[in-house]
T-cell receptor, first 111, second 114 residues
Framework: DAKTTQPTSMDCAEGRAANLPCNHSTISGNEYVYWYRQIHSQGPQYIIHGLKNNETNEMASLIITEDRKSSTLILPHATLRDTAVYYC????????????FGTGTSLTVIP | DAGVIQSPRHEVTEMGQEVTLRCKPISGHDYLFWYRQTMMRGLELLIYFNNNVPIDDSGMPEDRFSAKMPNASFSTLKIQPSEPRDSAVYFCASMYGTSYNEQFFGPGTRLTVL
């Protein structure tokens, strides 16, 4: 299974862009990169996913390097409500639809 | 849709007692997942079902844990007998398999075993 590595914690000033990195150097060609987040005491929430190309939706942007060994989740204008743990997940396509969540990055948005 | 529904939201029991956690997935979803979250181990996948059939239960910690999905709208996770180390938040999630593979999580059940 492809493994992901994320920083344990990060801070970001309110209104600024939050850039959350993720390393997945052993990712295989047919594996997608997914991002979820978990706000305190709630279940995880899907944010975005991608395969090769950069992706953008109403919540965030996902930048994947050309060699696909790393990616960055960008929250363009962080708010206090974005304070959460962010999980970078590589989907294991060969063994079904399960997701393996690591320990994630704890993002604190500072007023 | 009301989203994934879990019950109870909180459960406090004594060691040795049987505990049953319940989950109602989102209507039309064909995958259902059970996760456990603790401070020490983070979020762990316990088991998942596809069309009510268990596909992978390799994350189930031991024989004290069992999960069933008798129909498309209901699943249970049972612990018998419970132990203090089972104390955790248990999440249920559902997904429509041919979509973007977005899992929808329930609010979780906080289990405390004394």
């Amino acid at each position: 299974d492809a493994k992901t590595t994320q920083p344990t914690s990060m801070d970001c000033a309110e209104g600024r862009a939050a850039n959350l990195p993720c390393n997945h150097s052993t990712i295989s060609g047919n594996e997608y990169v997914y991002w979820y987040r978990q706000i305190h005491s709630q279940g995880p929430q899907y944010i975005i996913h991608g395969l090769k190309n950069n992706e953008t939706n109403e919540m965030a942007s996902l930048i994947i390097t050309e060699d696909r060994k790393s990616s960055t989740l960008i929250l363009p204008h962080a708010t206090l409500r974005d304070t959460a743990v962010y999980y970078c997940i590589v989907r294991v396509t060969t063994t079904g639809n399960q997701f393996y969540f690591g320990t994630g990055t704890s993002l604190t948005v500072i007023p | 849709d009301a989203g994934v529904i879990q019950s109870p939201r909180h459960e406090v029991t004594e060691m040795g007692q049987e505990v049953t956690l319940r989950c109602k997935p989102i209507s039309g979803h064909d995958y259902l997942f059970w996760y456990r979250q603790t401070m020490m181990r983070g979020l762990e996948l316990l088991i998942y079902f596809n069309n009510n059939v268990p596909i992978d239960d390799s994350g189930m910690p031991e024989d004290r844990f069992s999960a069933k999905m008798p129909n498309a709208s209901f699943s249970t996770l049972k612990i018998q007998p419970s132990e203090p180390r089972d104390s955790a938040v248990y999440f249920c999630a559902s997904m429509y398999g041919t979509s973007y593979n977005e899992q929808f999580f329930g609010p979780g059940t906080r289990l405390t075993v004394l």
